[in-house]
């Protein structure tokens, strides 16, 4: 059983350009989460797929952010016109379908530095 | 916001000592889970209990809840220098869809 992987691990990029992470779930997992963390903190919710759904969406997720999860598999998350304040680490979690609140199996998360 | 909030921000025992940590929440809540994070890395589950549930263990841990005063304790027995990290906890709200919030974490150093 592979866990949850995202890629890349890390990226630096300049202010203004795009970046877009990959999540991949586990295989089985109807549930897709992005969060995002920065130092020190616990992780904050961005938004949430079921299958390919995007259900719920957070106002941190701004314009310039965008998710896809197009078949219901892994999902991409798009940053436009990075700002120096993206600088953080995203995380992606799945969890399978069952009662509300199932565990969540994060991923090792993409660490992002906007210079 | 974050509306949950973890209590010591930071603690350091020795190995052998238990560890408690605090949670707080605001709002009714589905259920509450805790979550280990060893530095730069993803997030990893310990346990989870319902909001009808009181008290839960897990080997070396036990979490309990107390939804009149809308807190929950880990607690870590007999701990370990591997037990370093930074625990969370993330409650799901109730008829909040799954929107789960997490606090800013304690950050535990186990000594050898």
């Known amino acids: 059983d592979t866990g949850v992987s995202q890629d890349p691990r890390h990226k630096i990029t300049k202010r203004g350009q795009n970046v877009t992470f990959r999540c991949d779930p586990i295989s089985e997992h109807n549930r897709l989460y992005w969060y995002r963390q920065t130092l020190g903190q616990g992780p904050e919710f961005l938004t949430y797929f079921q299958n390919e759904a995007q259900l719920e969406k957070s106002r941190l997720l701004s314009d310039r952010f965008s998710a896809e999860r197009p078949k219901g598999s892994f999902s991409t998350l798009e940053i436009q016109r990075t700002e120096q304040g993206d600088s953080a680490m995203y995380l992606c979690?799945?969890?399978?379908?069952?009662?509300?609140?199932?565990?969540?199996?994060f991923g090792p998360g993409t660490r992002l530095t906007v210079l | 916001s974050q509306q949950g909030e973890e209590d010591p921000q930071a603690l350091s025992i020795q190995e052998g000592e238990n560890a408690t940590m605090n949670c707080s929440y605001k709002t009714s809540i589905n259920n509450l889970q805790w979550y280990r994070q060893n530095s730069g890395r993803g997030l990893v589950h310990l346990i989870l209990i319902r909001s009808n549930e009181r008290e839960k263990h897990s080997g070396r841990l036990r979490v309990t809840l107390d939804t009149s005063k809308k807190s929950s304790s880990l607690l870590i027995t007999a701990s370990r220098a591997a037990d370093t990290a930074s625990y969370f906890c993330?409650?799901?709200?109730?008829?909040?869809?799954?929107?789960?919030?997490f606090g800013p974490g304690t950050r535990l150093s186990v000594l050898p």
């Open positions: 979690a799945s969890s399978p379908v069952g009662l509300r609140g199932d565990t969540q199996y």
């Open positions: 993330a409650n799901l709200r109730d008829n909040y869809g799954q929107n789960f919030v």
